[in-house]
C-alpha cells in the first residue's frame, strides 16, 4: 500500500503517490534550478507549472484519482526530459538529439484555436485565426473590415460570436498551442525570452528614434520654458508679498508709535476697547488694579513684545523688495534675546499681581437698631449721587468706577438679606470682605472699605454704594448686610432697595424685586407678608 500526498500546482489540487511525489518534486527542483537565476525564470516557471496542471488535469480527468509514477512519467515526457533543457557540454549531444526529436513532436501538435490577446486591435480574433491557419493576420482584417463596408453584416456577427466563444490564450502554454507547438519546456522557454526580447528591442528602437529625441528636445525646452515662467510668477509674488508686509509694517509702526505718543490711548485705541467710552482714562484705571510701578513695567515689556514683530516685518519686507544679503547673527540673537526678556518680564508681573488675590479675610461688625417701641422698620436708600458719574460699561463683581472730579473713584453695591433674629432686638451685620497677597494684606484692603448708614426714628437709611479710600487697590471687596428681624416686627422697602436686596428668604417664595413696597412680618417660619399691617 503506498503512501498518497495532496498537492496543489498552479492552483489546482492533486493526490498524488509517494513515488510519483519524489519523481515530480526532482524535476521541479531541476527547473526551478535551471531557470530560477534569469530574470524572466520565474514567469517561465510558472506558465511551466500551470501547463502541468492542464496535463495532469487530463490525465485525472477532472476527477478525484491519484496522480501515479506512470502519469508523472508521461508529462515529464511531454514537456521535455532534464536533458532536452539543460546546457552543460557534456550533454551537448542529448540536447541534439533532444530538440530533433522536439521538432518531430512539433510538426504533429494539433493547433487550437485562440483569441491572441497579445496582438489584438479589438478582440484578438483575426490574429488568433491568423495563427490558426498560419495566415497573416493583417489579411484577415482587411477581409473583415471590406466584408463589413460591402454590406456584409454577417461578418460583424461573426466576429462578435467568435469574439464571445473562442477563449482568449492567456497562458504561454495556450499562446503555443494557438500556433501548433508543444507547451514543452524549451518551447515556453523559448517564447518568453522571445516576448522579452521583442519588448526589450521594441523599446530600445523607440530610445534610439528620431521621434524620441524630438520628444525629449520638446520636452526639455517646455521644462525650460515653465521653469522660467514659474521664476518670474515666484518672483513676482514675492515682491507682491514684500510689499504688503513693508506697507503692513510702516502702517503698523506709526499706528503703534502714536498710541505710546498719546499715552493711554493704545489700551483704547484698539480692539481690546469692548466699547469702553474714550473720555475715561484707562491708564488711570489700570493703576486701580495694579500695584505701583507694575503698569508702566507692563507697558514697556508690552512695547518691546509688539515692536520687535513690528521691525521684523519691515526687514523681512526690505529683504524681499531689494534682496540684500545680512550675515550679522549677533544682531538676530540679541534681538530675540531682548523680545525673550521683555515675555519673562510681563509673566513675573502678571504672576506677581495674581498673588495679591491668593488669600481671603473678612471682618464683620453688628450694630444694634434701635427700634424697640416701633412695630415696623422702615427702609430706604440714600439718593443716589453718583448714577450719572458711573461708566456703565466697567464692571467687576457690583463694582463700579465713576469719575469724580477728574479722578477716577471705585464704588460697588453692597448685597442686603433679612434674617430671623435671636436676640429680641433689630440688630444690622456689615460683612466686609477682602483679598490680598497674605491675611495681613487681605485685612489691609478690607480696612479700605468705606461704606455708611444713618438711622431716623424708625427709617434706616442705607448708602447705596461702598467706596475704596483714596489710592486703594481693587482686591475684590465685597459688602454684604444681613438686618436681623426679631420675631413679631415688621420690615418695609421701599422702590430704591432693589437695587442691592439680595436672596431675601420668605415663606410666601416672592421674587425680590416683588418684595419691596410691601410689608413683612417676622414668624416663627420665617418672613411672612402680611397685608393687614398699617
Known sequence: MKKTFTINISGSVFHIDDDAFEKLQKYLQLLNRHFGTAIEGQEILQDIEARIAELFIEKTGNKVEVVTNEMVDEVIARMGKPEDFMEPEEEASAKTQAEGAFQDSEQKTRRRLYRDGESRVIGGVCSGLGAYFNIDMVILRVIFVVLFFLGVGASFLIYIILWIVVPKAKTTAQRLEMRGKEATVSNIEKSIKEEVTEIGDSYNRFRNSASYEKGVTRMDRFGDVVGSVLRVVVRVVVLLFGAALLIGGIVTLIMFVTSLAVGHSFLQGGPWNFGWDSNINMANIINHFVSPGAYTTSMIAISILVGIPILILLFIGTKLLFRYKTNNKLIGLGTFAVWLLALIT???????????????????????????????????MNDDLYESLIEDHISLDRMKIAEVNGKEKLLGHPRFTIEQSSTGEFLLQIKKRARGSNTDDAQTNVEQIDYNFTQKDSTLLLDPYYFLKENAKWRQQEVSMILKVPEGKSVFMNEKMKSIIYDIENVNNMWDGDMVGKKWIMTANGLALNDSIQ
Open 346 to 380: 510681563l509673566i513675573v508681573v502678571g504672576v506677581s499681581q495674581a498673588e495679591n488675590f491668593s488669600k481671603q479675610t473678612s471682618q464683620t461688625v453688628t450694630q444694634n437698631v434701635e427700634c424697640n417701641q416701633c412695630k415696623t422698620l422702615y427702609l430706604e
